[in-house]
């Protein structure tokens, strides 16, 4: 597997292992840092990637910072250029996992605004274990933020101490992973991605007004369903009680892609073993994301 050896702060690329920021940057006192996952996919051409639906997450990562009460700064046309300088510097021959983080690099108050910097990191991936397997979740007893709190919109770093309280817990309760209710009980998503599951044949999750972070790759799917099987998806809230009647679920995000759930609070999820929809989706994920087909091709911005 390839290895990182350059990275890039504020448009410069530099040694991987020279990267600093001030501990006393309110990136790192206040956490006040939004960020992107994005990927690079190697595609059917050898040396040639493309970034999978990079304008998207651009555009979330410039509603954090409207959020976050950042300044303006750093265009669409300046990032891409940039993080392009950053995937071929690293000289990958593999896909590419790029975290682009964009923080008040200053020391001061809690609401001084400025100035902004920002640091991507290109990385490999190895591909999730329970990709193939299948993992387990249980229920937390730790809630989702909730919007009136810390919006979980709003891709913040802030918000995943919420996220990593729940997986802590998770793995000391012997799951691989969790499902976090709303305040009010329903359900919202995992630590780490955006929750589905079909129910009646029918794919369903819950929608934004549960907590949910807005994901490209949620987004993604939810195309490519309408797309496979001529009818949308059902967007709802969705009960506790109503994970046990799954007959399948996966969860998705761009470093995840997407993973089948086999087991829910230690009752099977349909027969205990990846569902048949889910590994349509899977492939025909794949097959977008690098290009296989040429649809969509607006969803890739080529290297």
């Not at 990927?39 to 409207?66: I, N, S, V, W």
Request: net charge neutral; hydrophobic share 40%.
């Amino acid at each position: 597997m390839w290895q990182a050896h350059t990275i890039m702060m504020n448009g410069e690329l530099m040694p991987y292992e020279q990267a600093s920021i001030h501990p006393m940057s309110l990136a790192v006192t206040y956490a006040c840092t939004v960020f992107e996952g994005i990927r690079a996919y190697q595609l059917d051409t050898p040396g040639r990637f493309a970034f999978f639906r990079l304008r998207e997450h651009l555009d979330r990562l410039r509603f954090g910072m409207k959020v976050m009460r950042m300044a303006p700064a750093f265009d669409h046309g300046y990032l891409t250029d940039c993080l392009t300088r950053l995937v071929r510097a690293n000289e990958p021959d593999d896909d590419v996992y790029i975290r682009l983080l964009v923080y008040i690099e200053a020391q001061g108050l809690m609401a001084t605004p400025g100035p902004i910097g920002f640091t991507a990191a290109a990385v490999p991936r190895e591909k999730p274990k329970f990709a193939q397997t299948g993992m387990s979740l249980g229920v937390s007893s730790w809630s989702r933020l909730a919007d009136n709190a810390s919006p979980p919109r709003v891709k913040a770093t802030a918000n995943y101490h919420n996220a990593r309280l729940t997986q802590l817990q998770a793995k000391s309760d012997g799951y691989d992973g969790a499902l976090m209710l709303t305040p009010s009980g329903k359900v919202s998503e995992t630590p780490i991605a955006c929750f589905f599951m079909v129910r009646d044949g029918r794919l369903l999750t819950p929608g934004p007004t549960s907590n949910i972070l807005e994901s490209v790759t949620r987004d993604t799917l939810l195309t490519l369903y309408r797309e496979m099987t001529g009818e949308p998806a059902e967007v709802r809230e969705v009960d506790r009680s109503e994970l046990y009647l799954a007959e399948e679920a996966f969860i998705c995000g761009t470093g995840q892609e997407i993973i089948p759930v086999i087991s829910i609070d230690r009752l099977p999820v349909g027969d205990g073993q990846p569902g048949p929809l889910t590994r349509r989706l899977q492939a025909r994920y794949f097959d977008v994301v690098r290009g296989a087909s040429g649809d969509h091709a607006t969803w890739r911005t080529v290297i």
